[in-house]
């Protein structure tokens, strides 16, 4: 579906591991018999938790994915959730590293096989895609290469970028390195930044480490702004997850983003932990004063640069 913009509908930014259907969750949990995490339970209806609580039904979510058809199910919700919202693509964030080493819950090939079979269920659905892997900011730039090692030697086609997520505790200027490595091996860079660390960190990550794209990006300054716009840095701004998560930043910077001539593009982020959709996130931005032409900016922006359409 085109909305009336004339742009297709892109999910920039969702993770696998946080965009699990609450259905197929509850019943995975009865048939291993586990219990829920009190913390999953409460934001599924909406509550507001602190951080952590938000961490650890995250990481419920994602013990579940020990297998290749889990995989497959799991990128078939990111799918049914993203074409039931009108979307035609999505960037999706997957964290091979967690599953397959820190967890050693499934052997790469496995992973990479269910998301295969997944993404191209969902291509035939009429849903384009690509993977962005993930690594963990406080783990350090040791952790980064580690990430590294693990995914490019076979890496698949559907693989086109590497990221930075969790608490922004390493400078950025630090995993440099890493950057650079990542795109000498043809993959496009975007770090969380400004998100649970300060807006310092968006201009950092740009400037030192070359970063090419910034997820959130809720703390940066005018200047930082200002440095967005002229380098046509994309931001994917997820309007649910920044009010759970990063609740302090009042009122979104959103509309100020936008004013200030910054590529944004709307995204998901954890909608199975924090329920939500492209087109709640759509109402989200509406109810910041957006009018129907920066809603139209931001599907322009979403489609143009999305690395699944690219």
Excluded: Y
């Amino acid at each position: 579906m085109i909305p009336a913009s004339g742009f297709p509908l892109v999910d920039r930014h969702t993770h696998l591991e946080g965009a699990l259907d609450p259905a197929w969750v509850r019943g995975e949990a009865e048939r291993r018999g586990l219990a829920l995490p009190a913390a999953l339970e409460a934001l599924w209806t909406g509550a507001a938790l602190p951080f952590q609580g938000f961490i650890e039904a995250f990481l419920f979510g994602a013990s579940l994915l020990d297998s290749r058809e889990r995989v497959r199910q799991a990128a078939l919700a990111v799918a049914r959730r993203s074409l039931a919202a009108g979307a035609t693509g999505v960037d999706l964030w997957v964290s091979p590293h967690f599953l397959v080493v820190h967890r050693g819950q499934i052997s790469l090939e496995n992973l990479w096989r269910g998301l295969e079979d997944g993404l191209a269920e969902a291509r035939s659905l009429g849903l384009r895609s690509s993977v962005v892997v993930d690594a963990v900011n406080h783990f350090g730039p040791k952790h980064g290469q580690a990430v590294l090692d693990l995914v490019l030697p076979e890496r698949p086609a559907f693989v086109k970028g590497f990221s930075t997520g969790g608490l922004e505790g390493t400078p950025f200027r630090e995993w440099a390195p890493v950057f650079a490595r990542a795109r000498a091996a043809g993959l496009r860079l975007a770090a969380h930044a400004g998100e649970n660390g300060p807006g310092s960190n968006v201009r950092e990550a740009i400037l030192e480490a070359g970063v090419e794209r910034i997820v959130h990006g809720l703390r940066a300054d005018d200047a930082t702004l200002a440095l967005l716009a002229e380098r046509h840095i994309p931001v994917d701004v997820c309007p649910r997850s920044n009010a759970g998560l990063a609740a302090d930043v009042q009122p979104h910077p959103l509309p100020r983003m936008l004013r200030a001539g910054v590529r944004c593009a709307l995204g998901t982020d954890d909608p199975g932990v924090l329920p939500c959709d492209l087109a709640s996130e759509r109402e989200a931005a509406r109810a910041m004063g957006l009018e129907e032409a920066d809603l139209a900016l931001l599907d322009r922006h979403g489609a143009e640069d999305a690395w699944c359409l690219a």
